[in-house]
């Protein structure tokens, strides 16, 4: 047991919890506790949108795909920023149309409050299993370096974030979120360098035997309409196009981003919170990337064998090979990494789960109900927290955590992406045509999931096609009176 490494990585974990559950006392209001009081600035927001962004999927995953590949993943975070666009010009406006405590709401104002329910529910069920999988990435570090089995590793982490979201609220996630990402970006830079100096000839043999091998690439612009194209995840079309729609169906209505966005003081602080963000996601993929190929060309050299699976790759080697404290503190940016998003996720489904489902059930709002709500929204915090354990133990059979964990969000994002479009590009389209377009929908994405090879980089792109088009077809057979128009 490295005792110097533990008790850096503890006095951490101690830290940030502690940081996190001093915001309890601001915490007088559901506003306070969901929207952080709308007092946060837009930086801190911005930095706040890459943790939950990347999370624990990036820093395991990521060098792991270009250890094994090369840095094509770039082109899908090049499709984040037309999403920023989109999100900033079509979805923004309307969520700063009045109070809004989550994305669902407007599905309401839109069509009604059975299709706020069926997005509502949606997303919960896909933020649950997709951070299922961020839970397990956590249980992968915590393994390697207590060498505890993972429900061991699953519940310490998950118990130390539910204290401070529990207590904090919006608050403690946005703080916590700005003292994380810069503890984890610090933890990967350092990291970068060591292994840069472990290697006999340093960047320049990186770049000889990296260029060799293909692992600089990053654009791969070949394009045939056949099935063997479109199953491959990474070639310049299915990456722009697949994360332009995936990022703006994440950002645009997913709740866990969107609330922050509803947490900024104006629209226009939102806007620049979200477009900034891209700058700091860009820079963190690609640092990621390039941790994978110097790993790559460190065990080339070395002739040893990677760990299996791939995804134990850079922690392991930070555990093994960087020096005692050094080793600690990048263990500990990476854990960082982890609990940020994981406290924004718990926040979000709580969210969603009193505001969408439980407070329109309350006839008129009363001093005592809001005190009822507050108590009910750590509650469910709580019962969050439990069920992503269980969670986090099933998904240690589904694969790579990162393409586990964005494949299951594009199997319904492109749902929620496209009821969401119907209701703000559309005119006619009423609540029975919405909801045939979301079973339209999921039958499509089923059947693409389960029927056919086609890359998880479609999938959004897929379904919320099909879900805009039989939506938006079925709305010429059904004559229906809408809640709300565009207009």
């Known amino acids: 047991m490295r005792f110097m490494d533990l008790g850096v990585i503890l006095a951490y974990l101690l830290a940030v919890t502690w940081f996190g559950a001093r915001f309890r006392g601001s915490q007088k209001s559901l506003k306070d506790y969901f929207l952080g009081g709308r007092n946060a600035p837009w930086w801190a927001i911005s930095l706040s949108i890459v943790s939950a962004e990347t999370s624990t999927l990036t820093i395991v995953g990521t060098p792991a795909l270009a250890f094994a590949g090369n840095m094509a993943f770039l082109q899908v975070v090049m499709g984040y920023l037309v999403a920023r666009i989109v999100i900033s010009v079509v979805f923004l406006p309307q969520y700063f149309k ?30 649950a299993l997709a951070e299922g999988v961020r839970v397990f990435a956590i249980s992968i570090v915590i393994s390697i370096i207590l060498g505890t089995g993972e429900t061991a590793s699953i519940i310490l982490i998950v118990c130390l974030t539910l204290f401070y979201t529990f207590e904090g609220g919006m608050t403690a996630v946005i703080w916590t979120d700005v003292v994380q990402m810069g503890m984890y970006v610090a933890g990967a830079l350092l990291s970068f360098f060591i292994i840069l100096h472990k290697i006999p000839g340093g960047w320049s043999h990186v770049v000889d035997v990296a260029q060799a091998q293909g692992k600089f690439a990053v654009f791969d612009f070949s394009f045939a309409p056949t099935a063997a194209f479109f199953a491959r995840p990474y070639t310049f079309l299915a990456g722009a196009l697949g994360g332009c729609f995936l990022t703006t169906a994440s950002h645009g209505t997913d709740q866990l981003i969107v609330q922050r966005l509803l947490s900024a003081r104006t629209q226009n602080q939102s806007r620049a919170a979200l477009l900034s963000s891209w700058v700091v996601v860009f820079f963190q993929f690609g640092l990621f990337l390039l941790i994978g190929v110097l790993l790559a060309v460190y065990y080339q050299d070395a002739h040893v064998a990677p760990p299996h699976p791939l995804d134990r790759l850079y922690p392991k080697f930070i555990w093994d090979n960087l020096p005692i404290g050094v080793a600690g503190l990048v263990m500990a940016a990476i854990l960082a990494a982890a609990m940020a998003n994981l406290s924004a996720a718990l926040n979000s489904l709580a969210s969603t789960t009193v505001m969408d489902f439980y407070r329109p059930l309350v006839a008129a709002e009363t001093p005592a109900s809001n005190v009822r709500f507050l108590r009910l929204a750590r509650w469910a915090t709580v019962a969050w ?47 029975r045509a919405a909801i045939a377009g979301v079973l339209a929908g999921l039958c499509a994405i089923l059947y693409v999931k389960l029927s056919t090879h086609i890359a998880f980089t479609w999938w959004v792109l897929i379904g919320s096609t099909v879900t805009f088009a039989a939506g938006y077809a079925v709305s010429f057979l059904i004559r229906e009176p809408t809640a709300w128009t565009t207009n």
Do not use: P
């Not at 994305?103 to 299709?115: H, P, T, V």
């Not at 990162?402 to 703000?424: D, K, P």
């Open 98 to 127: 009045g109070q809004m405590y989550t994305a669902y709401e407007l599905m309401q104002r839109r069509f009604g409050s059975r299709i706020r329910k069926l997005t509502a529910t949606i997303f919960l069920i896909t933020r």
């Open 385 to 431: 927290g439990g069920l992503l354990v269980v969670i986090g133990l099933v998904a240690s059979h589904w694969g790579s955590v990162l393409e586990s964990g964005l494949s299951i969000a594009s199997v319904t994002l492109g749902i929620l992406l496209g009821v969401f479009l119907l209701g703000v590009l559309t005119r006619r389209v009423g609540e």
